[in-house]
């Protein structure tokens, strides 16, 4: 089994994924006999990714306890970690409507019948919505205060541009006194809310996983598509330039461009209007709008029909396969990683950040007591007694396995007496 690399948006998962995704598909598969309270003994190997674990996931909780004060880190908690109360969980189901409601109306303000219903309506919609998103991203701003480099990184973050570029073009026109909708450089600007539904989307761990996994297929198939993205482009050009002096016609010296065999101005005047014409058809399209006219034309155009489903069929079935292939092992590592937390978590109702502290703390306290012995006095008794249980247990079943092994010795070197005693037997016959 291969490790999977992170990509880059595993890094927005939610708290809870990113502390089972510490976990390779390496990670040691819990025994599934029964198990006492305490997780059982684990290896050096096993102990390690755990210390490592709980100090990659211990990062994220302690970044919050750094924010200060208190009110700017129940304000983050609101605001970024939808799961972290009831609270936050209304406040992130209210936003993520709010950007929705606010998609729509910008979508159905373009519509010819709705152009009929007063700007004021409108303009009274926008306000209420602006404001709202203008209180929200001011509370955004204070919840990453806690340092200049905290709120500049959540700034110039891609989430904190797009809210501000979601807010400016209504201020602008406050300002300009001027409906910038008509205006093409501000209708850029205020393109950029449609964006916003896209923020809800870093909560939902399946999207992530999905997207990730195609960014993986991608990043694995890169030099099949490299090589076949350079096929096109020698294809592209070669054809363009046929096709350009196949179906150009003749030169008119009155008009200035060239002209066809029917005297009408010639499509394929320039080898990139040949080439928007190969484009077309080797992707499918065909718009129709350029059609080849001579024999001789139309025969080069064979070769590219049948380019056309190669250029679709290898591409589908290269990505096709590597998203299968990615997507089983992401699964099987994500089974693997829930399987080790659940073998190694004691209270299925505690919070994450509880859990991962007492896991790593159980599954390395055994380890170190077998390193050094002066730390098992920290310890209860009732956790010492479970330890030496647990010892005892690995004792017994040591020495039944060391038994059965010398049975299974001793069986194998009566076998390999008796053989060579037969072996003599039979020399001694045929001798005889």
Known sequence: METIPLSPMARMRSPHTATRSAYTPRSPRPNSAARSTY?????????????????????????????????????????????????????????????????????????????????RIWFGFETTVVVLFTVEYVARCLAHSAN??????????????????????????????????TLFRFTILRTFRLLRVFRPFRYNN???????????????????????????????????????????????????????????????????????????????????????RSFLGRLITVPLLVFGLLLIALPTFVLGRE??????????????????????????LASP???????????????????????AGSSSPHENKEFREQIAELKTTVEMQGALLRRLVTAMEGETRRGGRGKERSRGDNES
């Not at 905290?150 to 300009?176: A, C, K, N, Q, V």
């Not at 010639?266 to 718009?287: K, L, R």
């Not at 990683?337 to 004691?346: C, G, L, P």
């Not at 509880?354 to 380890?367: F, K």
Request: with cysteine.
């Open 39 to 119: 997780a059982p003994i684990p290896t050096p190997h096993a102990a390690e990714e755990l210390a490592t674990a709980n100090s990659l996931d211990s990062v994220d909780d302690a970044h919050v306890q750094e924010i200060h004060p208190t009110w700017k880190r129940n304000v983050y908690l609101l605001l970024e970690r939808p799961t972290s109360s009831s609270s936050a969980f209304v406040i992130h189901v209210l936003t993520t409507s709010l950007i929705i409601i606010s998609a729509i109306v910008t979508c159905l303000e373009t519509i010819p019948s709705f152009h009929s219903i007063s700007p």
């Open 148 to 181: 200049w480099w905290t709120f500049l990184r959540w700034f110039g973050s891609f989430f904190g541009i797009i809210d501000l570029l979601g807010i400016m073009p209504y201020y602008l026109e406050l300002m300009l006194h001027q409906d910038t909708s």
């Open 206 to 292: 399946t999207i992530l996983l999905t997207i990730e996994v195609m960014y993986l297929s991608f990043r694995r198939s890169q030099h099949a598509l490299l090589a076949l993205a350079f096929f096109v482009v020698m294809v592209l050009v070669v054809f363009s330039t046929l096709l350009y002096f196949a179906e150009r016609g003749t030169w008119d010296e009155v008009i200035g461009t060239f002209i066809n065999s029917d005297g009408d101005p010639s499509q394929f005047a320039s080898i990139p209007a040949a080439g928007w014409f190969v484009i077309v058809t080797i992707t499918t399209v065909g718009y129709g709008e350029i059609t080849p």
């Open 323 to 348: 998203f299968s292939l990615v997507w089983e092992m992401m699964k099987e590592d994500q089974v693997t990683r829930e399987e080790v937390f659940n073998a190694h978590s004691f209270d299925p």
């Open 353 to 375: 950040s509880l859990m991962r502290q007492r896991v790593g703390s159980s599954a390395m306290q055994p380890w170190r007591h077998t390193q050094d012995e002066p730390h």
